[in-house]
């Protein structure tokens, strides 16, 4: 497989990297907190935008693809936030098998 090439400078958003850790309420339930793990830059490029219209409002859905130096541990179920903007982690792969990157399909919450 080729090895593909990223210019490092394009990684220049700071997000941080968010994990949900179940916090238990009086009533046997539990709450979601979401904690910060690691903070990482990445490059944000939009893939697509859709809008479907029910149950009397419009619900709209941004995709958007992040690349972000390789660690261990991203997977999805996981969130980047980047200021007020939140994007949930869908799928995280290794575009070239190299070490070097991920590449997670993201969606963007609050859109």
């Given at each position: 497989?080729?090895?593909?090439?990223?210019?490092?400078?394009?990684?220049?958003?700071?997000?941080?990297?968010?994990?949900?850790?179940?916090?238990?309420?009086?009533?046997?339930?539990?709450?979601?907190?979401?904690?910060?793990?690691?903070?990482?830059?990445?490059?944000?490029?939009?893939?697509?935008?859709?809008?479907?219209?029910?149950?009397?409002?419009?619900?709209?859905?941004?995709?958007?693809?992040?690349?972000?130096?390789?660690?261990?541990?991203?997977?999805?179920?996981?969130?980047?936030r980047?200021?007020?903007?939140?994007?949930?982690?869908?799928?995280?792969?290794?575009?070239?098998?190299s070490?070097r990157?991920?590449?997670?399909?993201?969606?963007?919450?609050?859109?």
């Open positions: 497989m080729r090895a593909l090439f990223i210019d490092p400078g394009r990684l220049r958003n700071e997000l941080s990297l968010e994990a949900c850790v179940p916090v238990a309420d009086e009533i046997g339930g539990y709450q979601e907190t979401w904690t910060e793990i690691a903070t990482v830059f990445g490059m944000i490029e939009p893939v697509s935008a859709t809008s479907v219209f029910g149950a009397g409002q419009p619900l709209e859905t941004t995709t958007h693809r992040i690349t972000i130096r390789h660690r261990s541990g991203v997977e999805s179920g996981m969130r980047l980047r200021q007020d903007r939140v994007f949930e982690i869908i799928t995280v792969h290794d575009p070239d098998d070490g990157y991920l590449m997670c399909r993201v969606r963007e919450t609050g859109a």
